[in-house]
């Protein structure tokens, strides 16, 4: 028996497609073009990618190489204070620490535990079924605060989404997945119908040729490396890992950026994200180091 | 009651391709999240989601009677001795108590409602969770290890983990109150099987209750260890979401999920689920059963069987089921050497033709080389109004394009009479084997248990089944 979620939300649209598991890993990525923000776009107070109708768009017709955003109230609040994280200390553990100074190996299987994430964006899902390629899109295409798929936030950092203020907190899971739930419920914000965006930096001290980036995620999610779109979950998921592989990538020597956005309706929330070489091992010899933002 | 072969048109295939799709459940097998089919004084009983659940006399035509103390979601039952130990979700799984979860255990001594001897007893809670833990006690499931009587309770949904703890086989309640042992993520209605030396995870993935839009599907990991790490084909742990397909979706039903282990023996394993939408019956959750093989070691759903046009061929020999007719050559021609011009397709032998020759009465049965011939080809055709065993429908099997019907007889041999009655001795039991083969028994001797079986080389005769002999085991192939 499914577990049945305890939350009322407003009934969505009538449903033509359906949601099913599939994944996109775009051929070389595709860059996310800021410049396709239409600053003027703006949707007071609401934050409702359930307004985009996906019966509306098709998949088929929905180019899965650009992310096509709308803004939504983009004001920011100092985003460059950096703050402490405050922590509801007792409600974190097991789950995660804050993130220490200094650099992170990944974990015994390569997955990366150290994530800047944003507190989640609430949104207006009654069902997952919903979920098809192109609602993930514009769900998470819709911009919500500025520069979201550009910016590398700090701790403390904060945003204003509508009338909420959503903040940045640097923290190391202690698992392989990354429980997005825990981290809202800590957070005291909505724990279903959501979603999350997140940051990490990967120090890489080589180049190196033709790693894929594996995810799975609890729900749908989109992932991009160093801006390019490597690798999206669509459809109502459970999170497996590596159930999404990207197309062959290049971690840069040096300094790369992965960022994610999860979205979930009724859920628990979660992901886990590592790089795997051609024969399927992980990738380790990188860090992770949130100090170099 | 008047037999009818059930139409062409009803199931659709028939005229146009070999295999034809299982029929689903016949009667009323509405139901959700069905527990482990128990066998109670000659017939089974399932129970589901909410209280009620389904009775069966011959594990075909189910239908509503079955009653169920406590209520709640998604239930299991386990014969311990001759009694039956039955749990429960009493709360959690997002209702009213949320991911507060609780399970329940309770005793019967008969599943009859009818029985003097009906009622549930000593019904209390085994298992919670808090709400806020990383599991919702919810979607019990046994499981008693053959291989020392201890008795163990899987649950859990995607609310966290998948956990285990021990029973006490003789109270049903917890042995100790050790932490439990999380085995699993990312599913539920788990439930545990032993096969060769291995513990077998099943547990359902996907997404639960939207009808024709559920994408639950069974999957399963596997363990030498009662308590895991239960591992999938490919290595990866179900605590990190691992599990390789046992069903999903297919033909016109959606979702299927619950697993339910019947294990007939003799080779012969069957599962119950359900599936979230049966298209053919206006998207409702209904029971299916299907057959359980086993390759390289692991469970997968067998044939979706629901007759065609077969060859029937002798594992024993790998000659094919015939009647015992003279062959006709087949009408092709050698070209002369330089002869030039279109290349023309010889037809199939016309039945209506060949069988011109044939004697009229009953016809004996062979086993010979496959030559293409009409006399070998049979059709398999589900038959209605005469009941079924479980998870399928009595079949008669005719000569393809005749009606010409195999048969057993008094003196327990095959025969072919020269039309199908609807005796009981025309009606044959299809069984699919652990290793995909078949076993095909006689609705007048099944009981006895005997099967069609190669008992030489080239003569087929009905023999009682053993699953050692693999004379008794055919194959279906479409010719």
């Not at chain 2, 799709?21 to 000659?42: F, N, Q, R, V």
Request: hydrophobic fraction near 40%; aromatic fraction near 10%.
């Amino acid at each position: 028996m499914k577990t049945r979620f305890n939350i009322v939300m407003p009934v969505c649209g009538v449903l033509a497609v359906l949601s099913y598991q599939g994944c996109s890993s775009p051929a070389g990525g595709s860059a996310v073009n800021p410049t396709v923000v239409n600053p003027t776009v703006v949707s007071p107070s609401v934050v409702n990618p359930s307004v985009v109708s996906p019966t509306v768009v098709s998949p088929a017709v929905v180019s899965p190489t650009v992310v096509n955003p709308t803004v939504v109230n983009p004001t920011v609040v100092n985003p460059t204070v950096v703050r402490p994280t405050a922590l509801a200390a007792s409600s974190m553990p097991p789950y995660f620490e804050p993130a220490a100074s200094g650099v992170k190996a990944p974990g015994p299987d390569g997955f990366l535990q150290r994530w800047l994430l944003l507190e989640p964006i609430p949104q207006s899902i009654r069902s997952n079924a919903v979920f098809t390629e192109s609602y993930i899109r514009n769900a998470i295409g819709t911009e919500y605060f500025p520069n979201q798929f550009t910016v590398v936030p700090r701790d403390g950092d904060k945003v204003k989404i509508g009338d909420e203020e959503s903040v940045w907190h640097a923290l190391d899971s202690n698992g392989f997945n990354v429980k997005l739930f825990r981290f809202a419920e800590a957070m005291n914000k909505p724990t279903y119908s959501i979603l999350f965006w997140v940051v990490t930096i990967v120090d890489s001290p080589r180049e190196i040729h033709d790693v894929r980036m594996a995810v799975g995620s609890n729900s749908a999610s989109m992932w991009w490396l160093n801006g390019q779109e490597a690798v999206s979950l669509f459809g109502d998921r459970r999170m497996v890992m590596d159930d999404c592989v990207s197309k062959r990538l290049t971690i840069k020597k040096g300094r790369n950026i992965i960022r994610g956005a999860v979205i979930n309706g009724p859920g628990l929330s979660d992901f886990c994200l590592r790089f795997i070489d051609e024969a399927g091992e992980p990738i380790k010899d990188i860090t992770l180091n949130l100090d170099t933002i | 009651m008047k037999t009818r072969v059930l139409t062409v048109a009803l199931f659709g295939l028939l005229t146009v391709g070999l295999y034809c799709p299982a029929l689903p459940l016949d009667g009323e097998p509405y139901i959700h999240d069905p527990s482990t089919i128990m066998e109670c004084d000659g017939k089974y009983y399932t129970f589901g989601t909410g209280g009620g659940g389904l009775i069966s006399e011959d594990g075909w035509t189910w239908r509503g009677g079955a009653e169920r103390r406590g209520g709640g979601l998604a239930p299991d039952a386990v014969k311990i001795g001759d009694r039956y130990l039955i749990s429960y979700t009493s709360r959690g799984g997002g209702l009213a108590g949320g991911h507060a979860g609780a399970i329940n255990t309770m005793w019967a001594n008969t599943f009859d409602p009818q029985s003097p001897d009906f009622g549930f007893n000593d019904d209390s809670v085994v298992i919670t969770t808090d709400g806020i833990e990383d599991c919702d006690a919810i979607d019990p499931g046994f499981f008693l290890d053959p291989t020392n009587g201890r008795l163990y309770l899987v649950y859990g949904t995607f609310f966290g983990f998948i956990r285990q703890i021990e029973l006490d086989p003789k109270t049903g309640k917890r042995i100790n109150d050790d932490d439990p042992i999380d085995i699993a993520i990312d599913c539920e209605a788990t439930v545990m099987i032993y096969n060769d030396g291995w513990y077998y995870l099943l547990g359902t993935h996907g997404t639960c209750c939207s009808s024709a839009n559920s994408t639950y599907n069974i999957r399963v990991g596997r363990s030498r260890n009662v308590s895991g790490p239960f591992v999938d084909h490919m290595g990866v742990d179900m605590l990190r979401g691992g599990g390789k397909l046992v069903i999903a979706a297919n033909g016109r039903n959606v979702g299927p999920g619950h697993f339910g282990l019947i294990d007939q023996g003799e080779d012969v394993q069957k599962f119950s689920f359900h599936y979230e939408a049966d298209l053919g019956r206006g998207g409702r959750s209904v029971l299916a059963i299907r057959s359980l093989l086993w390759q390289d070691g692991w469970p997968i759903a067998g044939e979706d069987f629901g007759g065609g046009t077969f060859t029937i061929e002798s594992v024993r020999s790998g000659f094919t089921l015939e009647l015992g007719v003279e062959a006709v050559s087949l009408s092709t021609t050698r070209p002369r050497r330089g002869e030039t011009g279109p290349i023309a397709a010889i037809p199939d032998q016309d039945v209506a033709v060949v069988s011109q020759n044939w004697p009229a009465g009953d016809i004996e049965i062979r086993i010979a080389d496959y030559m293409l011939q009409a006399h070998q080809k049979w059709t398999i055709t589900p038959v209605a109004g005469v009941g079924g065993y479980m998870g399928s429908p009595y079949f008669k099997i005719t000569v393809a394009g005749t009606d010409r019907a195999l048969a057993a007889t008094k003196d327990i041999d095959v025969i072919a009479v020269p039309a199908f009655t609807g005796a009981s001795e025309q009606l044959w039991q299809i069984d699919q084997l652990i290793d995909g083969t078949y076993r095909i028994m006689p609705k007048s001797l099944a009981k006895e248990g005997y099967a069609l079986t190669a008992v030489g080389r080239s003569t087929p005769s009905l023999t009682k089944f053993s699953a050692k002999n693999l004379a008794a085991r055919w194959k279906l192939i479409a010719p």
